[in-house]
C-alpha cells in the first residue's frame, strides 16, 4: 500500500529552522516526482517545492532563498529544509508524489 509519511514538524520561533521529513512506502520512489505544498488556517492549499528524479527543483517564491528540498533515493525519502521561518509559513505542510498525499504536518512559526 503507498504511504507518504511527513515528519518534522513543530513549533519554533521566528528566524528559527526546521527539516521536515516525508517517508515512502509502496511507490517506485526515485522515479517519482516528490513535492510539499503547505495550507495555512482559512487559506488554500499552495505550492511550495518540487524535486524531479534527476533532483531537478522548483521553488514558490515564498521559499525562495529560505527553504531547500532534497531527496534520498536509498532512504526513499524527500526532505525540506526550512530555515530564516516567518509566522507567515505556519500551516499544515502536505508531501505530495503525483496523486498521493501524505497527512501533513503541523508548522507554527511564532512572532
Known amino acids: 500500500q503507498a504511504q507518504l509519511v511527513e515528519s518534522g514538524g513543530g513549533l519554533v520561533q521566528a528566524g528559527g529552522s526546521l527539516r521536515l521529513s516525508c517517508a515512502t512506502s509502496g511507490i517506485t520512489f526515485k522515479i517519482n516526482t516528490m513535492g510539499w505544498y503547505r495550507q495555512a488556517p482559512g487559506k488554500q492549499r499552495e505550492f511550495v517545492a518540487i524535486i524531479t528524479s534527476g533532483g531537478g527543483t522548483t521553488y514558490a517564491d515564498s521559499a525562495k532563498g529560505r527553504f531547500t528540498i532534497s531527496r534520498d533515493n536509498g532512504k526513499n525519502t524527500v526532505y525540506l529544509q526550512m530555515n530564516s521561518l516567518k509566522p507567515e509559513d505556519t500551516a499544515v505542510y502536505y508531501c505530495?508524489?503525483?496523486?498521493?498525499w501524505g497527512q501533513g504536518t503541523q508548522v507554527t512559526v511564532s512572532s
Open positions: 505530495v508524489a503525483g496523486t498521493l
